[in-house]
């Protein structure tokens, strides 16, 4: 059983989901964007003062990048990858989301 067997609803939407993430990963990975980071962007300017808001921005544009290339990898070889394929590229983006948590708050601090 492909991923293609399992998968339902219109490619093009998965598309537009790769394109966002893509654009978003470019602009945070340029140290630009902070204001798309949940927490940061409502944190208060002495709170803000604690993190390098540069490399916070590339730690969330690489974690985002990851998700991406999943997203264009499951598009792109959903004819040959298995349906458990979904189960993997869960457990990266999970894995990845608490990678972007720790390094946030670990070595983005000052």
Do not use: Q
Not at 17 to 43: C, D, E, K, Q, R
Not at 49 to 74: D, H, M, P, Q, W
Not at 76 to 85: G, K
């Amino acid at each position: 059983m492909n991923l293609s067997d399992v998968s339902n609803g219109p490619d093009w939407i998965v598309w537009i989901g790769f394109a966002i993430l893509a654009v978003l990963s470019i602009v945070l990975i340029s140290g630009h964007g902070s204001w798309f980071i949940a927490g940061y962007n409502t944190a208060s300017k002495e709170e803000k003062a604690k993190y390098n808001e540069k490399k916070l921005c590339r730690t969330t544009g690489i974690g985002v990048a990851v998700i991406s290339i999943l997203i264009l990898v499951s598009e792109l070889f959903e004819d040959v990858l298995p349906a458990s394929f979904a189960y993997v590229s869960l457990g990266i983006t999970i894995i990845d989301c608490l990678v972007i948590f720790i390094v946030g708050n670990t070595i983005c601090k000052k």
